[in-house]
């Protein structure tokens, strides 16, 4: 598809954001982020790009803030809602927040991505991390949602052990096997 010109502008952070970053690189690849999408304030690509530095850089209220604007030109943006719910996952552990109406809410805008593109791995990955990391049981709804994410990415290899991991947690060993046979057996 032809690119927009924030995402023609921000491809270079992109593919650096992408490629994965570390403390020490994340600051470099935002600082970049800020710059390349400035000019683009309503152009959904250059702010999803912006959201993911912002929020490797743990800036996470400038995260936020373009997953809102990129939600807001594009109300399609899945990203933009998983940004999003990152941002408030990561503002609720730092504040020590694992209120249920926090949650609840977290929960609410991961949903509203789901429902865009139910077949999205990463609204269902995000899910059933939202219990997790709240502290609480995931219900069999998030199990669910991580398994299907599983098959609609069966080559994560961190998603893999992530679904094996939840499968053993549940006494599923048979299943879990299934799925680490692969790893097991990968030349690599």
């Known amino acids: 598809r032809k690119l927009t010109p924030g995402a023609a502008a921000t491809m270079d952070v992109r593919i650096r954001s992408k490629n994965g970053v570390d403390e020490k690189t994340a600051p470099a690849?935002?600082?970049?982020?800020?710059k390349a999408a400035a000019p683009y304030p309503n152009d959904v690509g250059a702010q999803l790009v912006l959201a993911e530095a912002a929020?490797?850089?743990?800036?996470?209220?400038?995260?936020?803030?373009?997953?809102?604007?990129?939600?807001?030109?594009?109300?399609?943006?899945?990203d933009g809602y998983v940004y999003k719910a990152m941002?408030?996952?990561a503002l609720a552990h730092k504040a020590k927040d694992y209120s249920k109406e926090s949650w609840t809410a977290i929960r609410k805008i991961i949903a509203?991505?789901?429902?865009?593109?139910?077949?999205?791995?990463?609204p269902l990955i995000l899910y059933y991390r939202s219990f997790t990391e709240q502290g609480v049981p995931a219900?069999?709804?998030?199990?669910?949602?991580?398994?299907?994410?599983?098959?609609?990415?069966?080559?994560?290899d961190g998603l893999r052990l992530n679904t094996a991991a939840m499968l053993?947690?549940?006494?599923?060993?048979?299943?879990?096997?299934?799925?680490?046979?692969?790893?097991?057996?990968?030349?690599?």
Do not use: W
């Open 139 to 156: 219900p069999a709804i998030a199990k669910d949602g991580l398994f299907d994410a599983f098959y609609y990415a069966p080559q994560d």
């Open 55 to 78: 929020y490797d850089a743990k800036d996470y209220a400038v995260a936020e803030a373009a997953a809102d604007r990129a939600v807001a030109a594009d109300a399609k943006a899945v």
């Open 87 to 89: 941002c408030r996952m």
């Open 29 to 34: 690849v935002y600082a970049e982020a800020k």
């Open 112 to 122: 509203t991505g789901n429902r865009i593109a139910p077949q999205d791995p990463e």
């Open 168 to 188: 053993l947690l549940d006494r599923d060993a048979v299943r879990a096997r299934s799925l680490l046979a692969p790893l097991a057996y990968q030349p690599h």
